[in-house]
Each structure stands twice: as C-alpha cells, then as structure tokens.
C-alpha cells in the first residue's frame, strides 16, 4: 500500500507540473530541471568505426523508464565561444 501511495503522489505532481508547462514555447534549463533528476553521459565509443555515446536520463516522479535505442543518426551542433583577451 505504502508504495502504492507513493507511485500516486508522483504521478499527482507529475500531472501537476505538467498542467503548469502546457504552453511553454520553449525548453529552459528550469523547466528541464524540473521533470529530470540527473543526466549521465558515458564516454564514446568508437569500437564499431561510428562513434557512439551512451546518454541516460533519470527522471523526476518516476522510477525507471527505458527510452527505445534510436536508430538513425542524430547530429548535434556545438558552438564553442571564443575568448577575449585582452
């Protein structure tokens, strides 16, 4: 019963966090701060000729979710800022 309870006041806070973000235009970092608990990023892995990078994500509210393995490419940007000197 006492897990019960806990799986339901969980989802009562998940529900409503999310009633509060229904028309938020964009993804901040308080936002996400809010649905998730941590973020491990493992090392890369090139061993099969791609490199590979292992992500796992805990979230908030709730006790284990398995996201399904992608399996078309995902291409990230990054920006690196430049530094002033002076």
Not at 37 to 46: C, S
Not at 70 to 84: D, F
Request: proline fraction near 2%; aromatic fraction near 8%.
């Amino acid at each position: 019963m006492e897990q019960r309870e806990e799986m339901d006041e969980g989802l009562n806070a998940f529900i409503a966090l999310t009633h509060k973000h229904v028309d938020v235009e964009e993804l901040t970092q308080t936002i996400v701060n809010e649905y998730i608990k941590k973020i491990i990023v493992f090392a890369p892995d090139k061993s099969s000729g791609k490199r590979t990078q292992k992500v796992k994500i805990y979230f908030n509210f709730v006790d284990d979710v398995e996201i399904p393995v992608i399996s078309e490419t995902i291409t990230t940007e990054t920006t690196y800022g430049r530094r002033k000197t002076a």
